[in-house]
């Protein structure tokens, strides 16, 4: 079975400062891992995934994400963060496999970004 | 056009009545998905299916019963709603069963029972 922690519940940031979300799993066999963004009102959305290769992910709006699997991390960041960055972030991970009643994804509790101005 | 699309938006009803929430998606997708998020914001599946069969079913009460009459609708049946039903429920699609695949989340339905 898999676990996501994401360590931070809500993080404040100001507008265009960098910002860092935390992410570790817990997996006895190896993943696939996501970060989706849910903007207030709205269904999540990818932002991007990490399935094998290069350990560092880039995605859409600017965000990044690295692989770390000796810390098994997969922390998401943003060199400058806007208001309209401004939701909650959620960490995801399933094994790689196909098909099954084993096939699901295991979100994280979330991170609430807060952007001020 | 929505490619993930859910009826109806909100939805507030009394103890022990029963509801049901559409689903429907236009990406062609084979597999579809029930999600339940708490008011911590937790999300948790409910149910998926592969074409039109049932594939994951994870300790929901039996209140529950999702049904696909065709691999582009999901509905989720509610009997007997609790207190503890009240909360967002969102559909979501996929390409097929194959875990790389993105997953399309419709807009949510936020359930309120009174």
């Known amino acids: 079975a898999q676990s996501v922690t994401q360590l931070d519940s809500q993080v404040p940031v100001f507008e265009e400062a960098p910002v860092e979300l935390r992410c570790n799993y817990s997996?006895?066999?190896?993943?696939?891992l996501f970060w989706y963004v849910q903007y207030p009102n709205q269904g999540l959305q990818l932002l991007l995934k990490?399935?094998?290769?290069?350990?560092l992910v880039k995605g859409i709006n600017g965000f990044e994400a690295e692989f770390n699997k000796s810390q098994t991390s997969f922390h998401l960041r943003k060199p400058s963060v806007h208001i309209s960055d401004t939701a909650e972030y959620f960490c995801?991970?399933?094994?790689?496999?196909?098909?099954?009643?084993?096939?699901?994804?295991?979100f994280g509790k979330g991170t609430l970004l807060t952007v001020n101005p | 056009d929505t490619a993930v699309s859910q009826t109806p938006k909100y939805l507030v009803t009394q103890m022990g009545n029963d509801k049901s929430i559409k689903c429907e998606q236009n990406?062609?997708?084979?597999?579809m998905y029930w999600y339940k998020q708490d008011s911590k914001k937790f999300l948790k599946i409910m149910f998926s299916y592969n074409n039109k069969e049932l594939i994951i079913n994870e300790t929901v009460p039996n209140r529950f019963s999702p049904k696909s009459p065709d691999k582009a609708h999901l509905n989720l049946h509610i009997n007997s709603l609790e207190l503890g039903d009240s909360a967002v429920y969102f559909c979501?699609?996929?390409?097929?069963?194959?875990?790389?695949?993105?997953?399309?989340f419709g807009p949510g339905t936020r359930l309120t029972v009174l």
């Open positions: 979501a699609s996929s390409r097929d069963m194959d875990s790389y695949n993105e997953q399309f």
């Open positions: 997996s006895s066999v190896s993943v696939y």
């Open positions: 990406l062609g997708h084979d597999t």
């Open positions: 995801a991970v399933s094994p790689p496999i196909s098909g099954g009643s084993n096939y699901k994804l295991t």
């Open positions: 990490y399935l094998s290769g290069s350990t």
